[in-house]
């Protein structure tokens, strides 16, 4: 489980290096749409050169791989082979693309752990099997591509692309797996902002970022926040003490769901090291 | 006496080998004095020449050709940057060349180890009397603070300006002080002169390390009311002060003063009411110049009253967080500002070793790696500023204290930044460089570098 999850490009060797610098939960090495058709062999080859020779501890790495053609896929495939990595990111997924990928040849990442990237609205059609897909991590929305399928206006105001929010939450809450929120275009702080905003809004644990300088913010907003910390301790030391399911707090009834959401919420606030006594991530 | 012809006001100069002039940097890359005059010099013959230009940037092609022809005896600056710093590895001089801070070089001018036969002034603005402001004019510049103590010391004054008025009411310079003034057609050209708004660094590293060094500034302590800051101009030392500016707003506090060069955040900071006073050696932006003519808690001041050493009303004394860059920075701390790894000059001091010596927390932030090098060296190539003077190195990696301060390690012993020594800094850098070949000390010394206090730091070398 997650905040951030920062794309930096394959091919660009100041951003590998410095992947562990930015603060991000997450890093996606992208092979896919940030790098050019004849710049993919580069890309590739200096991914996985570093990371055999740098790759940080303690972060997890993700690789969006690529996925229109099978040739692309193979090849990356084949180049993460035994690569040090925590999974792959999977452009267009669908269960018909996923097939298409855990069945390709030659693989051995049958360990490794896959995002669905939910971007083509075929994929809204079956979005729960896909989330319950034993392989399957984690859902990301796909704004961009999506949009672009389906005319959506992808502008955070227009209330139409809610509905695919709403959804892909559902779908991934419902088989227990982690959905990731679409990265906000703009490099505006405010704009940033507002998107994340919603992304709190709608439930997702995590959100994309296509820019380094995103991260602070989404790590920051996407934390649980001292106020929210302190109103759970106090719900969770008053059901210790009363030792009951259901009681009032301050003239407010508490029972089972606000206890358990408290208890979510430290137990996140310890992961992201906020809690007293933890190591705290700046 | 007043003059509008150049040779005119030669003529009546007593010009000889092995004068000293002296100029300002104010107008920085835009300056057209220092050419015009120093030309013009040599062109009636001098040799031998003893130069003490404030500082010497790209612009100063004359010096280069000087020393290319062996015209130059001495030079003693604050600070080279172009063509000038690379005809002095080529080349070197006659005689030698010393670099000082902006605080050492006014405590040299004012005890005499600096003696300046003319100080040829640069003037944006002078009146009807003679009286002279950086104020007003094409090459308005702002505050005039390192020429204050020329015009006190040297034995010859030449003002030289573009641009007259009829009364100048708050002047920097006063006519009395001034021996001859000539008019020109131009001293400067503006865009080299002043930058229209700086801004702070949206490089992500350099935002990290600007992150880093506000979250250790904050467990230190020392923000707190009347709390008084010190930073450059660069992207990073921008982003550094927004962050401090925006700590002040939040925690409700005051600073007592921002001292050193001045611009557009300072003053916002100022007109906000989040800082008392600005004391200000040199304008960074327009923004910094329209402030100093409308601000009154906006102060021009000198080079001694800003980090003389031996001016006990220096203002930096009262300095208590100070951020610095640096090129290289070695175990010991110390900090080289002035050359690159392989001797050439590149900068030097400014105000770096004045304000590292006299305030309470220096910080010295700067990327791990520079040019796919490490920042960290086991000894620097040239010693700028002493590593006793430095209390503090933040990088995007990590962040190490140096153990003469002990009462920081205490503070810090279970924080949660990245505190680590200075060696497994370099651990980290070296784990992308590799262990770099040790350079190898040119032979040839061409000059030194001093402290504010006189003494010398280490040496400079030619080819």
């Known amino acids: ?282 | 006496m007043r003059f509008k012809n150049l040779d005119a006001l030669l003529d009546a100069l007593s010009l000889h080998d092995q004068m000293s002039l002296s100029f300002h940097h104010h107008l920085r890359n835009g300056d057209a004095v220092l050419n015009l005059v120093l030309e013009a010099i040599l062109h009636r013959g001098y040799k031998d020449l003893n130069l003490y230009p404030s500082a010497i940037f790209p612009i100063h092609h004359t010096i280069e050709t000087a020393i290319k022809e062996g015209k130059i005896h001495n030079i003693t600056t604050n600070y080279i940057n172009g063509p000038v710093a690379l005809a002095l590895k080529e080349k070197g001089l006659k005689g030698t060349l010393k670099m000082q801070s902006h605080g050492g070089r006014a405590r040299a001018i004012i005890e005499d180890e600096n003696t300046i036969d003319i100080a040829f002034i640069a003037a944006p603005a002078v009146d009807e009397k003679g009286n002279a402001s950086g104020l007003e004019g094409p090459s308005a510049c702002g505050s005039l603070g390192y020429v204050i103590e020329d015009v006190k010391h040297a034995k010859t004054k030449v003002l030289i300006t573009d641009y007259t008025v009829s009364k100048l009411d708050n002047p920097q310079i006063s006519s009395s002080d001034i021996d001859y003034l000539l008019t020109v057609d131009s001293i400067g050209d503006a865009s080299g002169i002043m930058s229209g708004t700086l801004k702070p660094t949206n490089d992500p590293l350099n935002l990290k390390i600007a992150r880093l060094s506000q979250a250790f500034l904050q467990a230190s302590g020392m923000i707190q009311e009347n709390v008084s800051y010190q930073s450059g101009a660069g992207g990073t030392s921008l982003a550094i002060t927004k962050m401090f500016i925006e700590t002040l707003k939040n925690q409700g506090l005051t600073a007592s003063f921002f001292t050193g060069g001045i611009t557009a955040q300072h003053v916002q900071a100022l007109e906000a009411g989040l800082v008392k006073d600005l004391y200000d050696v040199q304008c960074f932006d327009l923004t910094a110049i329209e402030s100093l003519r409308k601000n009154k808690a906006h102060h021009a001041i000198s080079a001694s009253d800003y980090a003389n050493p031996n001016n006990t009303k220096r203002k930096i004394k009262d300095l208590d967080i100070v951020i610095l860059g640096a090129s290289e920075i070695d175990y010991a701390f110390n900090v080289n500002v002035t050359t690159d790894s392989y001797h050439t000059i590149i900068g030097g001091s400014g105000g770096h070793s004045d304000t590292a010596e006299d305030a309470k927390l220096t910080v010295v932030v700067s990327p791990l790696l520079k040019a796919r090098l490490s920042l960290i060296k086991k000894s620097v190539s040239a010693i700028t500023t002493p590593g006793e003077h430095i209390d503090v190195l933040i990088t995007e990696r990590g962040i190490a204290i140096n153990p003469k301060r002990q009462d920081l390690l205490k503070r810090f012993e279970n924080s949660p930044l990245p505190i680590m020594t200075i060696e497994a800094l370099q651990a980290l850098a070296y784990q992308f460089t590799g262990i770099p070949k040790p350079t190898v000390k040119p032979k040839k010394i061409i000059g030194t570098i001093e402290s504010r206090h006189g003494q010398k730091l280490d040496s400079l070398y030619g080819k």
Do not use: W
């Open chain 1, 1 to 282: 489980m997650a905040r951030s999850y920062l794309f930096i490009p394959g091919n660009v060797p100041r951003m590998l290096q410095n992947m562990d610098v930015y603060d991000a939960d997450v890093i996606i090495i992208d092979l896919e749409d940030a790098i050019a058709i004849e710049e993919k062999d580069e890309a590739r080859f200096l991914t996985c050169e570093f990371l055999r020779a740098h790759r940080p501890e303690n972060l997890p790495i993700l690789i969006r791989i690529n996925s229109d053609e099978d040739s692309l896929m193979r090849a990356d495939l084949m180049a993460i082979k035994g690569l040090d990595i925590t999974g792959i990111v999977l452009p267009k997924t669908s269960l018909a693309q996923l097939e298409r990928f855990t069945s390709m040849k030659p693989t051995n990442t049958t360990d490794l752990e896959i995002y669905g990237l939910i971007e083509t609205p075929e994929a809204f059609f079956e979005l729960d099997k896909i989330a319950k897909h034993p392989r399957i991590k984690g859902l990301m929305l796909g704004g961009e591509d999506l949009s672009t399928h389906t005319n959506i206006d992808k502008s955070l105001d227009e209330i139409a692309f809610h509905m695919p929010k709403s959804l892909l939450n559902f779908a991934a809450k419902a088989a227990q797996k982690e959905a990731i929120d679409t990265p906000v275009s703009s490099l505006d702080d405010a704009a940033l902002i507002q998107g994340i905003k919603q992304t709190k809004t709608f439930g997702f644990d995590g959100k994309l970022a296509i820019h380094p300088n995103q991260v602070p913010l989404i790590n920051t907003h996407l934390a649980p926040s001292k106020t929210a910390i302190h109103e759970a301790r106090r719900i969770i030391i008053a059901h210790e003490k009363k030792g009951s399911m259901r009681f009032s707090l301050d003239g407010k009834m508490i029972d089972k769901p606000i206890i358990q959401r408290a208890q979510k919420l430290l137990d996140k606030a310890h992961r992201y090291g906020l809690l007293a006594g933890d190591a705290h991530a700046l």
